[in-house]
């Protein structure tokens, strides 16, 4: 199994605005569910905000394997949702880890 971790700071100008767009951020990706053959786990958090410097979103998605995730990487779904946001974030992070 691999697990796919993604963090986001997204935009916003105030803090009303910021939780907007993590909220936009949540619906989108939950919108995956059931969509992606391979996809085992997808888990949305948004942040707390107790630490100025963390990021605002983070995905956590766990896949079948390798190849599964590579397919995610260009499935039509996946792709509908990474263009839909992608104005919407200042910074991405993102690690991919073998887990058992």
Not at 12 to 32: I, K, N, P, S
Request: hydrophobic letters at 40%; charged letters at 30%.
């Amino acid at each position: 199994m691999i697990r796919h971790i993604v963090m986001w700071h997204v935009k916003g100008d105030t803090a009303e605005e910021r939780t907007q767009v993590r909220e936009q951020f949540r619906q989108a990706f939950e919108g995956l569910r059931g969509r992606i053959p391979g996809l085992l786990r997808l888990e949305v958090g948004l942040d707390a905000g107790i630490d100025a410097d963390a990021c605002d979103v983070l995905l956590l998605t766990e896949f079948a394997d390798q190849a599964s995730l590579q397919a995610y990487g260009s499935h039509r779904e996946h792709l509908r949702v990474r263009d839909a946001l992608q104005n919407l974030r200042v910074s991405r992070h993102q690690i991919d880890c073998f887990v058992a």
